[in-house]
């Protein structure tokens, strides 16, 4: 079983701080996506990341993909209320499962 | 439809009881996907269907568990004899293609939310 492991795994900030959340894993992955659930909802994509190195930013989220594909980050610059959210990690293996491979997860909270 | 649409949205049974949680994906999408959530966590896999493919099961955690895809479409998860750690929001989800490749990612739905007392 490959594992995606994220952390921290709660963060609560005042608006217009900036963080980074990080998810990490031993195994290579073909590509990787970053999903925001909201109370009562399911995840929504945010972003995939498919070639080692990739950086792509979403307005004020970054993401980028390890050299080697085994991990990624996402990084928000001055954080809003709206960012607040279940940020999800979730990882294509190269081989074996074909679904995707979901992290536990990291809780965002943005004091306003 | 517009999403990918769950029901019940919520349910509540008794331990020992059998439940269906139905799920109806977004038309022409070819892939489905269940899985659960506990108390806000990640997501578990659970089975995964692809077009016309045998489905991947791997991930369901006893035999109580089953699922079905009709018509390359509507899918229904069954939980026989549910017991407590049975609790949880169970999510479906779609995509057209294999998840990962391209801008392709999944469609969830907005889960149920399944209590076993």
């Known amino acids: 079983t490959q594992l995606l492991e994220q952390s921290p795994q709660f963060l609560s900030i005042q608006e217009g701080e900036n963080l980074t959340v990080y998810c990490n894993s031993s195994?290579?992955?073909?590509?990787l996506q970053w999903y925001r659930q909201e109370p009562g909802e399911g995840p929504v994509l945010l972003v995939t990341?498919?070639?080692?190195?990739e950086v792509k930013k979403l307005k004020r989220l970054t993401f980028q993909f390890g050299d080697a594909r085994k991990d990624s980050s996402l990084h928000i610059t001055a954080a809003q209320p709206g960012d607040t959210g279940l940020y999800l990690c979730?990882?294509?293996?190269?081989?074996?499962?074909?679904?995707?491979?979901f992290g536990s997860g990291t809780r965002l909270q943005v004091q306003p | 439809g517009a999403g990918v649409s769950q029901s019940p949205s919520n349910k509540v049974t008794e331990k020992g009881k059998d439940v269906e949680l139905r799920c109806d994906p977004i038309?022409?999408?070819?892939?489905l996907y269940w899985y659960r959530q506990s108390l806000g966590q990640g997501l578990e896999f659970l089975i995964y269907?692809?077009?016309?493919?045998?489905?991947?099961k791997s991930g369901l955690p006893s035999d109580r568990f089953s699922a079905e895809r009709t018509g390359g479409s509507v899918s229904t998860l069954t939980i026989q004899r549910t017991q407590q750690e049975d609790s949880a929001v169970y999510l479906c989800?779609?995509?057209?293609?294999?998840?990962?490749?391209?801008?392709?990612?999944?469609?969830f739905g907005s889960g149920t939310r399944l209590t076993v007392v």
């Open positions: 269907f692809q077009g016309n493919s045998a489905p991947d």
């Open positions: 195994s290579v992955f073909s590509s």
């Open positions: 989800a779609s995509s057209p293609l294999l998840a990962g490749q391209g801008v392709y990612g999944y469609t």
């Open positions: 990341v498919v070639t080692g190195g």
């Open positions: 979730a990882g294509r293996p190269r081989t074996g499962r074909r679904a995707l491979t």
């Open positions: 038309s022409g999408h070819t892939a």
